[in-house]
């Protein structure tokens, strides 16, 4: 079975910094696209960020691009995000997701396993 692990959640102040990692266990398809999505409390989960193996394409929110970075250790079969610059709205609990196929995904429907989550709070 198919496990996902995420860590490095905690709490920051503004315009600081954290690195998630989610470790994947298990046998992985030939293909895949890992996701990062967020859910802070009374909103729905929104996308974050997404990257394809083998391809390495990689996709971002508007809301977090050039401020986060996705990116992942085969080797590790773990998946990063760097943020940085982070701002009170970051705040959220933390998902990694994993779908088949080498397509990069913003539909959280279209992801197959997911980590328990991490939370990052970002204080003003």
């Known amino acids: 079975q198919r496990q996902l692990v995420e860590s490095g959640g905690g709490l920051v102040q503004a315009g600081g910094s954290l690195r998630l990692s989610c470790a994947a266990s298990?046998?992985?398809?030939?293909?895949?696209?890992m996701g990062w999505f967020r859910q802070a409390p009374g909103k729905e989960r929104e996308f974050v960020a997404a990257?394809?193996?083998?391809?390495?394409?990689?996709d971002y929110a508007d809301s977090v691009k050039g401020r986060f970075t996705i990116s992942r250790d085969n080797a590790k079969n773990t998946v990063y995000l760097q943020m940085n610059s982070l701002k009170p709205e970051d705040t959220a609990g933390y998902y990694c997701?994993?779908?088949?196929?080498?397509?990069?995904?913003?539909?959280?429907?279209?992801?197959?396993?997911w980590g328990q989550g991490t939370q990052v709070t970002v204080s003003s």
């Open positions: 298990g046998r992985p398809f030939s293909s895949y696209a």
């Open positions: 997701a994993r779908k088949p196929g080498d397509s990069i995904a913003r539909m959280s429907a279209t992801y197959n396993s």
């Open positions: 990257i394809t193996w083998p391809g390495g394409r990689v």
